[in-house]
Every structure is written in structure tokens, then in C-alpha cells.
């Protein structure tokens, strides 16, 4: 048995050991942990189609345990009768679960597609770049994890990540690039992308000499990777991409959507196992942030540091409150199809009539005061108690409630935004 403490940076499905972590040793190693994982979701509806399930879980080759028990639904009213389905080895939940879905439609499913980092930062109490004392066994089997710090530290003893940094010359839109820079333990290097087994030879020495946790890449999910990717397959050179040996990267496609009245565009995307892929053009909000911020915002959601370079604030929020309903638990719903209370035309005219900005008068004022309301709608809904599960109608009776969903999920965000502003101000 051996201990050391460290940075956890990188939890994922893996086909043989159930979860593969990657942790950041004081002493510099970078170790590769494994931990059995079992996984639970719930089904919820009649009876009948209960009985139905819980006969094709039984007939269905993959190990299952399935029991009746009761969970909080926050749209339903006292415990909700469920079936729970615990499925001992991470990596096959997926796949039975999107057996299932289509199937029976006429349940409700919950706690059915959640990222692996927050079922496992529900279950231990970790985040990305938690500072840990490991205990481990014969073979890297991970035996305990104690967290040593929290991620509403002001001052997270930081990890000594090393970095590589790789940008073609020009951007591909514009001309076709003929260089790569790279940048990597206080060297510059310029490789030619063409020939590409020279290339391929040179990038692959760097990478193995240096052993990045971050490949910092500018195009790198648009351009450059699938590139590199496609030159290795052609030349029958292996690529290091990844930390974890022998495994290949994840793709996410390329999607638009609609926010704060303008259509936003996400490139594709390339994800690494065991160390990770940021690229700089594809991140959200990184030329406000930059990669501190993508650190912190990795810390507070329980994001994957690669997801939460990538996603917008409004994703954060919602991983927390999934990772609150968890510790809580508080079943996730797999579809949220909850629509509004039935509301009257005098409900609407007395609550719903919206929100009125005056516009100051043009021109230069004098003797002008300021008033900061610090995350004023985050604190109502603090201070107020404002969650789903807590809101109530005018003929149901005032009783003091304890803390909702969203409260509890944002006070400890909001007092340590609160905390920072101070220490600005000093």
C-alpha cells in the first residue's frame, strides 16, 4: 500500500478497471490510478412498465442490481416511487441506458446521462485540481481519497501543470499555414508541416521529453488536431496525444444555438485522455478569463477542464446544481419537460409584467453616486429562497422552508464572489 498527496486532474470510463484517474504527485510524478465505479439511475412511472423493465433489466446480458425505493423529485410533491438501477461497471451505462430509452417511453428516467466527473465528485467530495492524499494498492488501484482542500478556497495551493503550446504560423482560414510553433518549457521550436513524417517524428519527441498536462493549441480543435490525427494515421506513426497509452481522442461535433438574442457557433472538438486539449480559439470567453479562469471555473462546477473551457457560464451553473441534487439526493431528470403553472390574466398582469430600465438623460453628469447590488438576482435568490421545490401560490399557507436546490447551490458561489470583491477593494 502507498500514499501520496496531490492535484487530481483527470477522471474517465475505462473498459477494463471501471474509472481511470490521472494525478499530479508533489513530487512531480504523474500517476495513473484505477477504481471500480458503479453508476445508479431511476426510472419513475406506472407500474406496469416498472414490472416491464425491471424484466428486461433481468433478461439483458450486463450485471444489474435493481431495487424499489423513493427519491425527491423537486416538481413533485413528497417522495416519488422509483426503480433504482445500479450498474456496477461505469463504462456500460451508457450503452444499456440508450438500449432502454426508446423502449419505454412512457417513463420517466433520471440520473440517466450525467457526466462521469460529477457522478464522481458527488460520490468522493473531489473536483478537477483537488489537492488529495491518495492511498493506493497493488497495481494502482485507488483504496481511498481524502480532499484537502475545497473549491471555495480563495487561495488553492496552485498545481505545477507544464504546458505545450502549439499554433500554426497563419490562420487556416485565411492561408494555408507551413509552420507549426510550438512552445514548450521556456523553448521556442518552428517545425515544418511539410514533410509530415519529420513533423510527426519532432512533435512526438517533444511531447514524450516534456509529458504536457495542457496542450494549448490555437485552431487545434478546428484545424490542427484532426490534421496531426489524420497525418499519423497516414504515415503509421503513433501520435502522444493522449497521457493514456494506446487509447484514441473523443470528438464532439460542431453545434450552433440560440443565446441573449445572437445565434453562438462551437467548432468540433478533440479531447485527450490523461492530459488535456484547450484550444484558445474554440474556448468560451477565454480572452476574459484566459486559462486561470478556466482552471477556477473547472474547480467550482466539477466540469471536466476540457468541458468547462468550452461551455458557457450558464452550463457551469446547471453542472453545480446537478452536483448539489446528487449529494442531495435529488433526482436529475434525463428530459426536463416541466412547464409553468396555469397562470390567470390577473396573475400575469400583477407578476409577470416584467422588468423597467429608465435611461439616464445624454450628457455629462456631475456628483453621480454608485450603488453595487454584487450578483443582485444570485442574492435574491439566496436571501429570498427561491428554488422550484419552494415557491408557492397565494392560498397555500407561509411556513418557514429549509434552504432550495438554488440556493444551496449558488450561497457558497455567491459569498465567495462577495469574499473576492472585498479583497479587491483592500
Not at 453508476?39 to 423493465?53: C, H, K, N, T, W
Not at 417513463?107 to 458527488?122: E, G, M, P, S
Not at 496552485?158 to 492561408?175: F, I, K, N, Q, S
Not at 423597467?356 to 456631475?366: A, F, M
Request: proline share 9%; aromatic share 8%; with cysteine.
Amino acid at each position: 500500500m502507498a500514499e501520496f498527496t496531490g492535484w487530481l486532474l483527470d477522471v474517465y470510463e475505462d473498459a477494463a478497471d471501471g474509472l481511470a484517474l490521472w494525478a499530479l504527485a508533489e513530487d512531480g510524478r504523474r500517476v495513473r490510478l484505477r477504481q471500480p465505479f458503479a453508476v445508479r439511475f431511476y426510472a419513475a412511472g406506472p407500474d406496469s412498465e416498472l414490472r416491464r423493465l425491471w424484466q428486461r433489466l433481468r433478461a439483458q446480458p450486463i450485471p444489474v442490481r435493481l431495487s424499489r425505493t423513493e427519491r425527491q423529485d423537486l416538481f413533485h410533491p413528497g417522495l416519488l416511487p422509483v426503480l433504482a438501477v445500479e450498474v456496477p461497471h461505469a463504462p456500460d451505462q451508457p450503452r444499456l441506458f440508450q438500449s432502454l430509452q426508446d423502449e419505454f417511453p412512457r417513463l420517466n428516467f433520471y440520473d440517466a446521462d450525467l457526466n462521469i466527473w460529477l457522478r464522481f465528485a458527488a460520490e468522493t467530495g473531489a473536483f478537477p485540481l483537488a489537492r488529495c492524499r491518495f492511498t493506493c494498492g497493488p497495481g494502482g488501484r485507488l483504496l481511498t481519497l481524502e480532499t484537502l482542500d475545497s473549491p471555495w478556497d480563495l487561495d488553492p495551493a496552485p498545481a505545477p501543470l507544464r504546458t505545450l503550446a502549439l499554433a500554426p504560423d497563419c490562420d487556416p482560414a485565411h492561408a494555408e499555414p507551413r509552420f507549426l510553433e510550438v512552445a514548450v518549457g521556456g523553448c521556442q521550436y518552428r517545425l515544418a508541416l511539410e514533410p509530415l513524417r519529420p513533423l510527426l517524428v519532432n512533435l512526438s519527441a517533444l511531447i514524450q521529453r516534456h509529458d504536457p498536462d495542457i496542450l494549448l493549441t490555437s485552431f487545434g480543435d478546428t484545424w490542427l488536431l484532426p490534421r496531426l490525427l489524420e497525418a499519423s494515421s497516414a504515415c503509421g506513426l503513433a501520435l502522444p496525444l493522449n497521457r493514456e497509452f494506446g487509447r484514441g481522442t473523443a470528438h464532439r461535433k460542431a453545434r450552433s444555438y440560440f443565446s441573449y438574442g445572437q445565434v453562438v457557433y462551437r467548432g468540433p472538438q478533440v479531447l485527450l485522455f490523461g492530459r488535456w486539449h484547450i484550444d484558445r480559439r474554440n474556448a468560451m470567453l477565454w480572452d476574459d478569463y484566459d486559462l486561470e479562469g478556466v482552471l477556477e471555473a473547472a474547480r467550482v462546477t466539477a466540469q471536466p477542464v476540457q468541458a468547462a473551457a468550452r461551455t458557457s457560464p450558464g452550463s457551469g451553473i446547471s453542472s453545480m446544481q446537478m452536483l448539489t441534487a446528487l449529494r442531495g439526493g435529488v433526482l436529475v431528470p434525463w428530459h426536463k419537460q416541466e412547464a409553468e403553472r396555469p397562470k390567470s390574466a390577473l396573475d400575469l398582469l400583477r407578476y409577470d409584467q416584467g422588468g423597467l430600465v429608465y435611461q439616464p438623460t445624454t450628457g455629462l453628469h456631475s456628483n453621480v453616486g454608485e450603488v453595487d447590488f454584487i450578483s443582485m438576482y444570485p442574492s435574491i435568490m439566496v436571501h429570498a429562497n427561491i428554488s422550484p421545490e419552494t415557491t408557492r401560490s397565494e392560498s397555500e399557507p407561509s411556513t418557514d422552508q429549509p434552504p432550495g436546490l438554488i440556493p444551496r447551490t449558488l450561497e457558497p458561489l455567491l459569498n465567495k464572489r462577495i469574499a473576492l470583491k472585498q479583497r479587491l477593494a483592500e
